[in-house]
């Protein structure tokens, strides 16, 4: 069993930058996919950010540019760079990771990006 903890949400301004992290934990696991979803009310969750190894990382159009998804294999942790937010940009944020078969995600932290 993999348990992820997320952190680094909040509220900012437009044109702010946050970094989220999530944290994995467990025994006798390999992680071998981060993901960062992000979901607003109503809509669908939607895959924001991925990285697999040392393929190069996904990015959604609407992020690119702005937003850099890292990973730290010895921490099992994984970041979000959040740079030039967008009030489109507010949402809750989940991580999400790939061991084995099985995806596992986070609870969720909330971004706002407002005035």
């Known amino acids: 069993q993999v348990q992820l903890a997320e952190s680094g949400g909040g509220l900012v301004q437009p044109g702010g930058s946050l970094r989220l992290s999530c944290a994995a934990s467990?025994?006798?696991?390999?992680?071998?996919?981060f993901n960062w979803y992000r979901q607003e009310p109503g809509q669908e969750r939607e895959l924001v950010a991925s990285?697999?190894?040392?393929?190069?990382?996904y990015y959604d159009l609407s992020v690119k540019g702005r937003f850099t998804i890292t990973r730290d294999g010895a921490k099992n942790t994984v970041y979000l760079q959040m740079n030039s937010l967008k009030p489109q940009d507010t949402a809750v944020y989940y991580c999400?990771?790939?061991?084995?078969?099985?995806?596992?995600w986070g609870q969720g932290t909330q971004v706002t990006v407002r005035s």
């Open positions: 990285i697999t190894g040392s393929f190069p990382p």
């Open positions: 999400n990771v790939l061991v084995g078969d099985n995806y596992y």
């Open positions: 467990g025994s006798g696991f390999s992680i071998s996919t």
